[in-house]
């Protein structure tokens, strides 16, 4: 596996539709803020989400956002990608 595979895409303002099924973290401020998966989208430009528990992991709500909600997104082609980039982005924390 190449180090560029485990490195996150990051959306436009349109790549949601071509990410159904990817995990994302939403990121403000560059610090890490949501986590969750795409399940789906539509032509009107609406995404649906479902968003997953910092505490464990579970999912929690499903909701509808508009595509623009993900601009900036860190986008991973796996689960696991996605919970090792959250580990580091914690480990980083706790150093700081």
């Known amino acids: ?3 560029d595979s485990l490195k996150p895409t990051v959306a436009g303002r349109t790549a949601a539709r071509k990410l159904g099924g990817q995990y ?9 803020r949501l986590q969750g998966k ?5 032509e009107k430009g609406m995404v649906l989400v479902q968003l997953f528990s910092w505490f464990d992991g579970r999912p929690t709500d ?9 601009e900036g997104a ?7 990608h ?7 982005e914690n480990m980083t924390r706790l150093e700081k």
Do not use: C, P
């Open 24 to 32: 994302f973290h939403t990121v403000k401020d560059g610090e890490i």
């Open 38 to 42: 795409i399940i789906d989208s539509d």
């Open 62 to 70: 499903r909701e509808w956002w508009v595509e623009q909600d993900l």
């Open 74 to 80: 860190r986008f991973y082609d796996s689960a696991s």
């Open 82 to 88: 996605w919970n090792r980039a959250a580990d580091n």
């Open 1 to 3: 596996m190449s180090e």
